[in-house]
């Protein structure tokens, strides 16, 4: 949790918060199919529906008050991986600092399966 001061008072924002901003704005991304989350049972990574983006996101938080983001996505066939990382990369950190005022140290894109047909 990061807590931030202002004139007015004090806004705490938890990591549910983070985790949530951070798997919007990487599913709405072009070429990214949706989170990903690694199955116990077998090993395999499954594609997460929109209820639990928030679940491919682990946010560490920092003694600066800064977040480095961890995201797991699957991508769609045939996109450009440099790309598509770039660009949720770009996005991430512009929507977190837009909606929370937090600073992104680092986003960290694993591209964990691509998604055929």
Do not use: P, W
């Not at 991986?81 to 140290?105: F, K, P």
């Amino acid at each position: 949790m990061i807590r931030h001061e202002t004139e007015n008072g004090s806004v705490n924002v938890s990591t549910g918060v983070y985790t949530e901003i951070v798997g919007t704005a990487a599913t709405n991304c072009f070429g990214v199919k949706g989170m990903a989350a690694r199955s116990v049972k077998d090993g395999v990574y499954h594609l997460l529906r929109k209820e639990s983006v928030a679940k491919g996101v682990h946010v560490e938080f920092h003694e600066d008050n800064t977040i480095s983001i961890d995201l797991h996505i699957i991508v769609d066939n045939g996109v450009n991986l440099n790309a598509v990382g770039a660009s949720i990369i770009s996005e991430v950190r512009y929507v977190v600092t837009q909606c929370t005022g937090t600073e992104v140290r680092a986003v960290n894109v694993y591209i964990d399966s691509m998604a055929i047909g």
